[in-house]
């Protein structure tokens, strides 16, 4: 039973590249596969890492797969400097060489068609922040209906501190009211950000807004876009990302990049 697998990058037509001295996962050198007119940039990897069930617990572990994902991504970024390119997604690993080439023959349109599609085209990112609104009830607020509710029904006090408490949610209510208005007017501006940005784009993408936590910023983060861009046009969409910026609002040009939301393929393994 073999040991290694054959670790996936990404797939390009059969053009004059020139050889790549890069290394990928698991630190492992790159070569290809040549099949159907189209190259596999390939690995080998060990399947104690990345066979079905160990790899079930690499994922697990965040540093395993940070780096794993940096190896890849220096693949394809290296691949994508000469040639259209279509990535494949991470951690896509076959038993070996020969299910590459089926793998090739079967989906050979579909790369030809993603590869077409993407030819002397960049992805540019754009995220878009803005605060929110802050709604925090004072202590001072709550504290009579707590002292109130401590005295019981009908005790002393119990109708101003009951006056207090109704106003205490008064103006919870409006402060929820108030940050929802907010979250609206935001998500609004987002649209006509992308709406702009869309039409100097062939194609785009509306990723999912990241958490807090991976964006590193309490800001809300309203846009997470990817456009797919005519290179010759690159500086003319930056220049139209300048004009869409205002009080108020961050925005976050990212890229060149290799079209990874416009030409990934999920490269099921061929049976």
Request: overall charge negative; glycine content about 8%; aromatic content about 6%.
């Amino acid at each position: 039973m073999a040991d290694t697998g054959t670790y996936l990058y990404a797939v390009t037509l059969d053009l004059d590249v020139p050889h790549l001295d890069v290394k990928g996962v698991a630190d492992r050198p790159v070569r290809t596969i040549t099949q159907a007119e189209l190259v596999a940039y390939v690995s080998e990897v060990p399947l104690d890492q990345f066979g079905e069930e160990p790899l079930r617990r690499s994922m697990e572990d965040l540093d395993w797969l940070g780096e794993t994902a940096r190896g890849h991504h220096r693949v394809v970024a290296a691949v994508a400097e000469h040639t259209p390119t279509a990535p494949i997604r991470l951690v896509t690993v076959y038993s070996g060489d020969d299910q590459v080439r089926r793998l090739l023959d079967q989906r050979h349109d579909d790369f030809v068609q993603v590869l077409s599609q993407i030819a002397g085209r960049v992805e540019w990112g754009v995220k878009a922040y803005v605060h929110p609104t802050e709604d925090q009830p004072t202590p001072t607020a709550r504290e009579p209906a707590d002292r109130a509710a401590a005295r019981g029904p009908g005790g002393a006090g119990s109708s101003a501190a009951a006056g207090a408490g109704t106003a205490y949610l008064k103006r919870r209510q409006a402060g929820l009211r108030s940050r929802e208005d907010a979250w609206r007017d935001a998500s609004e501006q987002a649209q006509r950000i992308h709406h702009a940005l869309t039409a100097l784009a062939v194609a785009s993408h509306l990723h999912r807004p990241q958490d807090p936590q991976l964006s590193g910023r309490s800001d809300w983060m309203i846009l997470n876009g990817a456009y797919l861009v005519d290179e010759p046009r690159s500086a003319e969409f930056a220049a139209a990302l300048d004009g869409l910026r205002g009080p108020g609002v961050d925005l976050q040009l990212t890229g060149p990049w290799a079209p990874y939301s416009f030409a990934e393929l999920d490269a099921e393994a061929p049976r």
